[in-house]
């Protein structure tokens, strides 16, 4: 991670540097061949000079007129050269750019990531990163090349003529306290466009997710106001920027144009006194005519130069997002406790129903009474500074069977989804696999073992093959079609045009069928733990009747732990954990809780009623008990 900085111009910088400074070579080769290219267009003039003095003096013109030819070609290709090489070194620090912060969303912490709205971090890669390029390349020699030009024009003239050169240092001089006055709001100018942009994208992509709600809410007018104002700031912001841009190249271009105009008038008088030669005049005004390059070259990559530093601050607050931490570091050497979770990993391997059950029945510890995660009064929450989302929480997952979790909403029931999977760490207690540690084992280790279907249940970019092997990559058609097969996809995908290979995206399945892929994708996995968040809606029949089965028949060989929304989902587990307000009120069978537990009979009364024809329609259908494990 980058340092800190109190002061968050250093800390811009600073990033600007660190994208520029692996190409350090590249960027002064660069700078080489720009100053080679600026010491021809120097030298120009000073041909100039020659070829009239040789016209006037009679002399041979040949060697003026060849060096200028020279300068010419060389002054060109160098240019050329150049061009391309910073144009190259540009993409490749953006690309670079982009890598790193794709990287750092991908190993970011999952709930300060979710934190961000999705559309600015995209605005970041896909607009900021193009901002960034500019600054830590093009502008830097710009500026640089720019600068050693005006200089090297301002000597040059100076050898030419004292007196004249005055009223040109005067000229440069007024351009330039314009540029340091106007240069900063330019900046804040530009940062605040690109904010404007960044909420932009936020809430676009907001309101792209929610298309329906709002269409169906009648919303889009209001909707698009508020899209509109986030547009609008950034074009009078940016528009803002252009103003003063505008200024400071008018009184650049009008402050060298009227260098060369009292130039030409002081120049003439002195010519007319005999103090100075016609040549070196026209030299002089060459000299100021190349002026006009290193002045704009200047101002241009200055402005670029703030663009770089704006988009540089904003991919800055990214360095901050929490990250996860690397997997070599969590894990333990041979011969101790990780040890006991290494001979596991074959249980974690994907393979047949039947080496799992083998494994499991004598791979796991029989110590561990079974266990093969553990929380250990485990207090948990989304704030460090707030309200625990989970308090002193003891749970076992049993190497087997199938566990249900039900409480009411908010209850704490996803958040131990959420721990188990690593996505929150405890503030106090330990999650044990295997009865080691997870900060021993390392998160890796312990997503490995799990296969988790969220209640969105979102499908990953790709096609359905793509979606069904993202857990399992090695899995066959055979074994793709026998797990479609037990989730009742199985003729609904072959019927599609590219079967297996028909592109899949949020709109193109039901609910039900996503959930039911989600699913399909964790049983190919064959996880040790599958979790379960069931639909709280969505859910037709059919896909219950898949649902049912399936975790009935992983339980058999595995473990299943369920955020049980059905009621023949909860009848059937082997325990049930009544959750409320983030601890354990309950434990038991349907049958013993029902006894025991007022709050489990008012959530199963619910349940009933929310799912009254459920138990009937969750009866295994005949062809089900044909279908083999994978
Ligand atoms: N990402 C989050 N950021 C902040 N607080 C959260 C977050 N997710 C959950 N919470 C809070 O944690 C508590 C437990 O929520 P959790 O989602 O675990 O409950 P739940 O039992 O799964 O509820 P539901 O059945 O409605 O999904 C709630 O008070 C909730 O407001």
Redo the contacts with the bound molecule.
């Keep these: 991670m980058m340092p800190q900085s109190s002061a968050p111009e250093a800390g811009r910088i600073s990033l600007l540097w660190s994208y520029a400074r692996p190409h350090l070579p590249a960027l002064i080769l660069s700078l080489v061949l720009a100053l080679v290219t600026s010491a021809s267009q120097l030298a120009s003039p000073l041909a100039t000079r020659s070829v009239l003095d040789a016209l006037a003096g009679g002399g041979s013109l040949l060697n003026p007129v060849l060096i200028l030819l020279v300068l010419l070609v060389v002054g060109g290709a160098v240019g050329w050269w150049q061009w391309v090489m910073l144009g190259s070194l540009a993409e490749r620090i953006v690309y670079e750019a982009r890598q790193g912060m794709l990287t750092r969303f991908m190993r970011a912490r999952v709930?300060p990531l979710?934190r961000r709205p999705a559309g600015e971090l995209v605005t970041r890669v896909t607009s900021d990163s193009v901002l960034l390029r500019e600054a830590a390349s093009t502008s830097v020699v710009g500026i640089i090349n720019g600068t050693a030009l005006l200089i090297g024009t301002l000597v040059m003239m100076a050898v030419l003529d004292l007196v004249l050169v005055l009223a040109t240092v005067a000229a440069v001089a007024v351009v330039a306290a314009v540029t340091i006055v106007l240069m900063p709001e330019i900046g804040r100018a530009q940062r605040r466009s690109q904010a404007a942009l960044g909420s932009l994208g936020a809430e676009l992509e907001g309101n792209l997710r929610a298309i329906k709600t709002v269409k169906a809410a009648g919303s889009e007018q209001r909707q698009l106001d508020r899209l509109t104002g986030h547009a609008r700031s950034s074009r009078d912001e940016s528009v803002r920027a252009v103003r003063r841009e505008a200024m400071v190249w008018t009184v650049a271009g009008g402050g060298i144009q009227a260098a060369i105009i009292v130039i030409l008038g002081v120049g003439a008088w002195r010519v007319s006194e005999g103090e100075m030669t016609v040549s070196t005049l026209v030299a002089f005004l060459l000299y100021a005519f190349v002026l006009l390059e290193p002045v704009s070259t200047l101002s241009e990559n200055l402005t670029a130069f703030q663009s770089g530093l704006a988009a540089a601050g904003r991919i800055r607050e990214l360095e901050q997002l929490e990250q996860e931490p690397p997997s070599e570091t969590a894990r333990t050497g041979p011969g101790d406790a990780g040890d006991a979770v290494a001979s596991g990993d074959a249980v974690a391997s994907v393979g047949s129903v039947a080496s799992v059950g083998s494994v499991g029945s004598g791979g796991l510890p029989v110590d561990r009474a079974g266990a093969v995660m553990e929380l250990r009064s485990v207090t948990a929450g989304?704030?460090p500074a707030g309200e625990p989302?989970v308090r002193d929480l003891d749970l076992r997952i049993p190497a087997r069977g199938h566990l249900a979790l039900v409480?009411p909403?908010?209850?704490?029931?996803?958040?131990v989804f959420s721990l188990l999977l690593g996505f929150l760490n405890p503030q106090s207690g330990q999650l044990t696999l295997q009865g080691v540690p997870y900060a021993e084992v390392g998160l890796p280790e312990v997503r490995r073992r799990l296969a988790y279907v969220e209640q969105e249940t979102p499908v990953v970019p790709g096609t359905i093959r793509d979606n069904l092997t993202f857990l399992n990559a090695d899995a066959t058609d055979e074994q793709i079609l026998d797990v479609l097969d037990q989730i009742r996809l199985r003729e609904t995908v072959l019927a599609l045009p590219d079967g297996l290979d028909t592109p899949l995206s949020d709109s193109s399945v039901s609910g039900g069928q996503r959930q039911r892929i989600a699913l399909a994708r964790a049983l190919l996995a064959d996880p040790e733990v599958l979790l379960l968040d069931e639909a709280t809606a969505q859910v037709d029949g059919l896909t219950e009747n898949a649902i049912h089965d399936a975790v009935r028949r992983h339980a058999a060989h595995a473990t299943v732990v369920t955020?049980a929304h059905r009621l023949s989902t909860v009848i059937d587990a082997d325990e049930i954990v009544v959750?409320e307000a983030?601890r354990i009120a309950a434990r038991g069978t349907h049958q013993e809780l029902l006894a025991v537990s007022e709050l489990y009979r008012s959530l199963v009364q619910a349940l009933r009623i929310n799912t009254e024809t459920e138990l009937e329609t969750a009866e295994p259908e005949p062809d089900v008990e044909r279908v083999g494990g994978l």
């Design positions: 709930f979710l989304y704030d989302a409480g909403s908010g209850a704490g029931k996803t958040t955020i959750m983030g």
